[in-house]
Nanobody
């Protein structure tokens, strides 16, 4: 199994940048494709971004394309989400997740392990 811990969330103003991190421990980090999801109060959890095991392939939700960048450092067992030009509608709890699938996937049911989440609040 793998344990995931998110960090880097906080309260920021619209238009600024923020970088989230997800530290992994347990089984070899590079064996997992990784993803970021988010959930706002009263709404369903939605896909944000995903990255393949070696970091060669990525996928993004249309709502964040061009603003967010997903990356990973397998030597440090860490996943990142660089968030630029933040908007109030980006406010949510952000979760990182690990998948044993060999290809990038946007579906939450393909992910086997989840972190506890980190709160991101963007004020206007």
């Amino acid at each position: 199994q793998v344990q995931l811990v998110e960090s880097g969330g906080g309260l920021v103003q619209a238009g600024v940048s923020l970088r989230l991190s997800c530290a992994a421990s347990g089984r070899t980090f590079s064996n997992y494709a990784m993803g970021w999801f988010r959930q706002a109060p009263g709404k369903e959890r939605e896909f944000v971004a995903a990255i393949s095991r070696r970091g060669r392939n990525t996928a993004y939700a249309d709502s964040v394309k061009g603003r967010f960048t997903i990356s990973r450092d397998n030597a440090k067992n860490t996943l990142y989400l660089q968030m630029n030009s933040l908007k109030p509608e980006d406010t949510a709890v952000y979760y990182c997740a690990a998948s044993q699938r060999v290809v990038v996937t946007t579906y939450s049911y393909d992910y086997d392990y989840w972190g506890q989440g980190t709160q991101v609040t963007v004020s206007s």
